[in-house]
């Protein structure tokens, strides 16, 4: 079975500076993708950034990116400008590239920015 | 938006009863899932449905139900309720099947069940 672990449960990071959220994960399927979810406090499931694991290149969406090493089955978020409205629960999700269903997802980090 | 329609948003019941919540999937969405979120808890996936058919199950009880009808839409029937099913119910929407875009999932918003 595939397993998320998100090793951070909380974090801070001041506004308009960087944070990265770490996200590693166990499979034996090398095609799969790999997303990072924002919960903010309103509860609501937003996605924030996908990745394809057969692609090299690393995702970014704006003020989002994420550096995803395959061999070493790890999935950073690293948020640059951080802005008050990132203060949210993010979660790590893998999802089989030919089945997706029961998408898996870690425990999740609550990020606080600060002002 | 996400364009996934979740009701109601909130519901208070009482113990030993049954409630339905609703999902309607984004235009265009063939599958449906149901997760359950507890508080400051995780993610449990319950049950997804594709095109009408159950296509896999999680960590669903045997007092819930959940099923997809012709017109795509969802219900999820949770009975004999007990205090710990207190919970976020989301329903999340995908287009389905194999491909990039199929597999990205949506997620509606959220029914609230308190059961007193």
């Known amino acids: 079975a595939q397993t998320v672990t998100q090793s951070q449960p909380e974090m801070s990071v001041q506004e308009a500076e960087t944070v990265t959220l770490s996200c590693t994960y166990d499979?034996?399927?090398?095609?799969?993708?790999l997303f990072w979810y924002k919960q903010p406090p309103s509860r609501q499931m937003i996605l924030v950034i996908r990745q394809e694991a057969y692609k090299q290149q690393n995702a970014t969406e704006n003020r989002f990116s994420v550096n995803f090493q395959k061999a070493a089955k790890s999935f950073s978020l690293k948020i640059s400008d951080s802005q008050l409205g990132d203060t949210a629960m993010y979660f790590c999700?893998?999802?089989?590239?030919?089945?997706?269903?029961?998408?898996?997802f870690g425990a999740g980090t609550r990020l606080t920015v600060k002002p | 938006d996400s364009g996934v329609t979740q009701t109601p948003k909130h519901l208070i019941t009482a113990t030993g009863q049954r409630v339905t919540l609703r999902c309607s999937p984004r235009?265009?969405?063939?599958?449906v899932y149901w997760y359950q979120q507890s508080l400051d808890q995780g993610l449990q996936f319950l049950i997804q449905y594709y095109n009408g058919e159950e296509r896999a199950k999680g960590n669903i009880l045997e007092r819930f139900s959940a099923q997809q009808f012709p017109d795509l839409h969802s219900e999820l029937n949770l009975s004999s309720l007990e205090l710990g099913d207190s919970a976020l119910y989301f329903c999340?929407?995908?287009?389905?099947?194999?491909?990039?875009?199929?597999?990205?999932?949506?997620f509606g918003e959220g029914s609230w069940l308190t059961v007193v």
């Open positions: 999340a929407s995908s287009v389905g099947g194999q491909g990039s875009s199929g597999n990205t999932i949506y």
């Open positions: 235009s265009g969405d063939l599958s």
């Open positions: 499979t034996s399927e090398s095609n799969y993708y």
């Open positions: 999700a893998f999802m089989h590239y030919y089945n997706n269903n029961d998408m898996r």
